[in-house]
């Protein structure tokens, strides 16, 4: 018998409310439709049981409630205000002061993950946040490097203390992408339990969830919203809202410009955006790289277009990451922004930074 049955993938985490559309996108709910994932454990089967039902909802708060380990004995803030971490604001480029795209927000003892970039765990125990588990992680969408880290966070904090399954939501195929990654360390995980290290058995275990457009986890005065970004040929990219008592936040993802997050960004604290220099952008001399040009109008946004578009959101904050450069230097691209006409404030992400 499941443990928790009656529980639709269509809910949002931490409420029983129905899902909410996104901002500007009176359909866009329809978009995407979230799928059951066909992972180990599905959203609504996280354990067995006979008799007994608990609500997901009370799971996933309970789940930080842990003793939460970090890492070198920091302490880890668990005031009730909300702050954004930047983990990783590279790019593919394997630059060694910019660890793959994460971010984490922070409210209390509850620790949100979006995207899982090369890196991600080493900047995680960097950043004095504990190293053996999320509340949950959230993907924007499945590009190898805002996925990379993936590996890392599902099995280093398994082996430095996770007991309970590890919660991820993303776009249609991340249940696959868990599986392979479960199937590959199947080895790793039989030694670790099996043998004389004795590692916690079952702490391995992912619940999967994915998701479209909407509200997917709102609780305790949080919500997180999934809203639904252009980003070429993904059939589904997203952007995400966080709502706070105190204060509102746009991760952008990966995107082109899209009506959806752009009406989300209005009037938020602080917004969170890819951005590639317009200058620069030609033709690059390799197999197929006449198309490069083309590549990034369908998948990525102008430093001017993103310049127009926060004109137009009026986010308090723009922070600019996974900037495509191209040669160029963030002077140039934060000119682009002002070109495209925002006049406010504009930083370019470092790892670690807080905001």
């Known amino acids: ?77 668990t005031s009730a205000v909300t702050r954004l971490i930047v983990l990783g604001s590279g790019t593919p480029v394997p630059d060694p002061e910019r660890a793959g795209p994460a971010y984490a927000v922070t409210h209390g003892r509850r620790v949100f993950l979006f995207d899982a970039g090369a890196g991600v765990m080493r900047r995680v125990a960097a950043a004095k946040l504990p ?14 490097d805002h996925t990379l880290g993936l590996p890392d966070v599902i099995h280093t904090t398994w082996v430095m203390g996770r007991s309970t399954p590890l919660r991820v939501l993303g776009p249609r195929g ?3 992408m868990v599986d392979h990654i479960q199937a590959a360390w199947a080895e790793d995980i039989e030694i670790r339990t099996e043998g004389t290290e004795r590692g916690r058995r079952g702490g391995h275990r992912v619940s999967v969830r994915e998701i479209g457009a909407g509200v997917v986890y709102d609780s305790a005065g949080i919500r997180i919203t999934a809203i639904p970004v252009t980003h070429g040929s993904w059939p589904v990219a997203l952007g995400f809202r966080i709502d706070a008592p105190d204060r509102s936040i746009v991760l952008g993802g990966d995107a082109a410009p899209s009506p959806a997050l752009e009406a989300a960004a209005r009037d938020v604290d602080v917004l969170v955006h890819e951005v590639y220099a317009s200058t620069r952008v030609a033709p690059e001399k390799r197999p197929g790289g006449e ?9 990525h946004t102008s430093d001017e277009e993103l310049g127009a578009i926060a004109a137009r ?40 930074d807080r905001y």
């Open 131 to 144: 190293i053996d588990g999320f509340t949950a992680v959230f993907l924007t969408h499945l590009h190898s």
């Open 291 to 299: 198309l490069w040009p083309q590549y990034l109008r369908e998948f």
């Open 1 to 77: 018998m499941p443990l928790c049955i009656g529980i639709t993938p269509a809910r949002p985490w931490g409420s029983l409310a129905g899902p909410a559309r996104p901002w500007g996108s009176p359909a866009a709910s329809m978009r995407h439709k979230p799928q059951e994932s066909p992972t180990v454990l599905r959203a609504a089967r996280v354990g067995v049981g006979t008799g007994l039902c608990i609500a997901f909802a009370s799971a996933l708060l309970a789940a930080p409630a842990n003793a939460q380990r970090l890492f070198g004995g920091a302490a880890f803030d």
């Open 174 to 176: 991340t249940a696959a």
């Open 313 to 352: 959101a009026q986010p308090k904050t723009l922070v600019l990451s996974h900037v495509l450069r191209m040669g160029g230097t963030m002077d140039e691209v934060v000119a682009g922004i002002r070109r495209g006409g925002f006049r406010g404030t504009v930083v370019v992400a470092k790892d670690l």
